[in-house]
C-alpha cells in the first residue's frame, strides 16, 4: 500500500522567488500539498526574531527555519489533523497563520502559538540553486 | 411421524429457529424493533451501494462528475444516490437507538452479544466515513484528512503509518481507489459480524423490559413479532423515502457540492451530522494526541459496560437516580452534536469541553449509583 513510483518521481519542485511580493505568502502544490513561501517584511522579520523561545510549544528559533530571513517556506499542513492554515490570519502576526479547523495559530515563521497543533509547520528540505531561485525536495 | 420440514432440514430450520419458533419475551417494546430495522438499513445500503459502484469511477479526476452523471443520466441515480445517503443517516439513528435501549436496560449483560455489537458499531462508522469520501467534494476530501491524520498521533510510526494508508504524501488518487475497495468490502463484513451477533442472541434470548432472564412467558417469534417488525420497517421507509424525497440533501453540507480542493481548507469543517459529538470531544482536548484518545475513547468505553455494572435489577427503571443520569447522558450526547457543528470559538470552546468531562463522567457515576441504590434497597 506504500508511495507508488510515479507518486515518489513529482516529489520535487522549482519556485522563482521573484514572483512572491513582499508581505505576501504564496501557495504552491507539492507532493499533494500546499508549499507555502512566505517573502517576509522587516517587521515580520523582526517580530518573529524578538519571540522568546521558552514561550513557544515547540521551541526553535527564528534563523533555523529560515535560510533566508526574507523567505519563510513550510508545508501548508496544520500539523494538528492535516488541514490548511490560512495566511495573514490568527493572532500571532504580522503574517501569521491561522488553521480553521481547530483553531491553532502560527507566527511568522511558522511556529505553533496556540491551539491543539503539537509541532511547528513543517519546514521542508530545500536548497537555493542562485538568489530568487530554491528546489524543494 | 411424519416431521415438519422446516424444523428438520439443516438449513431450513436455521431460519425457523431465527424467525418463527425463536422464544421470544413477550414484553419487549417497540425499542427491540431497531435490531431488525438495523439490518433492514443493511441491506438497503448494500443494495443501492452495488448500484451505485456500477457507475461510479474510483478516480480523483472523475469521481466528482460520475456522482453527477449518477445523480443525472443513469435510471432513477438520483433515487438511488440520495436513499444511499440518506440510509446512512438512517442506519446511524437506527444505530443509537439501539445503543441507547442497550444501555437503558443493561442489554450489555449479555457480554458476547454487546461485545460484538460494539465492534460492528465501529465496523459501520469506517464504512460510512470511507462512504463520505468517495464523492470527492470539499468535505469528502478535508473529513478524509483530518480522520486519517488522526493516526499521525500515534508517536514515531504515525507519519509513516499515514503515508501507507493514503498510499502517497497527501490525500489523493491512491487513498480514493483503496478507500472505495475497502467500502465495499467492509458491508460484507458487517454482515458476518451481525450473523455472529445473532448467534450470541440467540444462545441466550433476547433481554426485556422487566430484565427477567429466565424463560417465563415467551412467545414465538412468528407471527407476533414478524408481524411488528414488518410494521416498523414499512414506518420507517415511509421515513425515508419521504425525507429522500422531500429534501435529499437536509442533511448533507452545502460544501460537497464543490469538487475537492487540496489548496484551500473550507472555513468551518465538519463531518456528517451523526459524527458531530465524538468530533466535539476530540476538538475539545487541546492536545492531539488526547484528543485522538478521548476520541477514540468516546466509543471504546462502550466495551467495558458489562463490566463495570454490576447490579441487582437488570433495567435502568428501577433505578430513579440512574434514569436521570441516563437522560442527562442523552441530552449532553445533543448538546456535543450541537457544538460539533460551531466553530471552534469562545463559547463553544468551554461549553465542549465540560460536556465532554460530563459525558465520560456517565461511564463512572452510574456504576456507582447502582451500587449504592442496591445497598439501600437491599
Redesign the interface.
Known sequence: MAASADVLALAKIEINLNEIPEGKSVSFKWRGKPLFVRHRTKEEIDVAKAVPLNSLRDPEPDEARCQKPEFLVVIGVCTHLGCIPIADAGDYGPGGYYCPCHGSHYDAAGRIRRGPAPTNLEVPEYTFLNDNTIIVG | MKMNLRKTHPLIKIFNNSLIDLPTPSSISSLWNFGSLLGLCLTLQILTGIFLAMHYCPNIELAFNSVAHICRNVNYGWLIRTLHANGASFFFICLYIHIGRGLYYSSYNLKETWMIGVTIFFLVMATAFLGYVLPWGQMSF?GA??I???V?AIPYLGTSIV??????????N?TLT?FFAFHFLLPFIITAFVIIHLLFLHQTGSNNPLGTMKNIDKIPFHPYFTYKDILGMLIMLFLLTFLTLYSPYFLGDPDNFTPAN????????KPEWYFLFAYAIL?S?????G?VIALVLSIAILYIMPFTNKKKFNSTQFYPINKLLFWSMFTTILLLTWIGARP??DPY?FIGQLLTVIYFMYYIINPMIHKMWDNLIF
Open positions: 478535508w484528512t483530518v486519517t491524520n488522526l499521525s503515508q501507507w494508508i493514503w498510499g502517497g504524501f497527501a490525500v489523493d491512491a483503496r487540496p489548496l484551500v481548507t473550507p472555513a468551518h469543517i476538538r482536548i487541546p492536545n492531539k494526541l484528543g471552534v470559538e470552546i
